[in-house]
């Protein structure tokens, strides 16, 4: 199992940019999150989801959007990028709040 | 909202010691919490976990004690190897209604352990 990865695991975005960020997980786990990690802080949770073709907001949803439309994947969105979402990304899945399984994180630098 | 916090940002321990890390709840609501260890480069991974109605939970070399009247949550890392040195964080989550599923993080604790 490769379990979660993320796709790409670095990216340079001028401001006003828009990209797609891509978790996919096999594990067959129903819920799956977004956070994001910056220096000297823990993570913040963006968007989750607790199953196919549902969404919800997290902490820090504003400037981002999510889908899931396979079990397996989980998309982050950013439409307008803006250098406040110079950040880490990570992503996990998990059957429950129990454990949560994370991806090695992308990058994501906004000039 | 509330949230979890840590007393010390940095911790520096000799190998073979035995290290504890902290964390401080405010949340008294909480009723699970998870300890993370996040190697530079990596991903967070799950070290151990406790609900709130236990006080302590033995891993391997790791224990989590929780003290629910002080809201305080600690790791203690027995026989600490290099292999440990890492950024440690403690989560907590609150079951049933909309924060279901949702951990709050704390800000980490850096463990250095020199050989």
């Known amino acids: 199992n490769a379990g979660v990865t993320q796709t790409p695991k670095f990216r340079v975005l001028k401001t006003g940019q828009s990209m797609t960020l891509l978790c996919a997980q096999d594990?067959?786990?129903?819920?799956m999150y977004w956070y994001r990690q910056d220096p000297g802080m823990g993570l913040r949770l963006i968007h989750y989801?607790?199953?196919?073709?549902?969404?919800a907001k997290g902490e820090v949803p504003d400037g981002y959007n999510v889908s899931r439309l396979k079990k397996q994947n989980f998309l982050l969105g950013l439409e307008s990028a803006a250098p406040s979402q110079t950040s880490v990304y990570f992503c996990?899945?998990?059957?429950?709040?129990?454990?949560?399984?994370f991806g090695p994180g992308t990058r994501l630098t906004v000039t | 909202g509330e949230s979890v916090g840590l007393h010390l940002p940095t911790l520096s321990v000799q190998e073979g010691d035995n290290s504890i890390i902290n964390c401080a709840y405010s949340n008294s609501a909480s009723d699970y919490f998870i300890w993370y260890k996040q190697e530079s480069g990596k991903g967070p991974q799950f070290i151990i976990d406790?609900?709130?109605?236990?006080d302590k939970r033995q891993g391997q070399r790791v224990t989590v004690l929780l003290n629910k009247t002080v809201k305080h949550l600690s790791l203690q890392i027995a026989a600490t190897q290099p292999g440990d040195s890492a950024v440690y964080f403690c989560?907590?989550?609150?079951?049933?209604?909309?924060?279901?599923?949702?951990?709050?993080f704390g800000q980490g604790t850096i463990l250095t352990v020199h050989p």
């Open positions: 406790i609900r709130s109605n236990m």
């Open positions: 989801s607790v199953g196919e073709g549902t969404t």
């Open positions: 989560a907590e989550n609150l079951f049933g209604g909309t924060s279901y599923g949702k951990l709050t």
């Open positions: 594990m067959n786990h129903e819920y």
């Open positions: 996990a899945s998990g059957t429950s709040v129990y454990e949560q399984y």
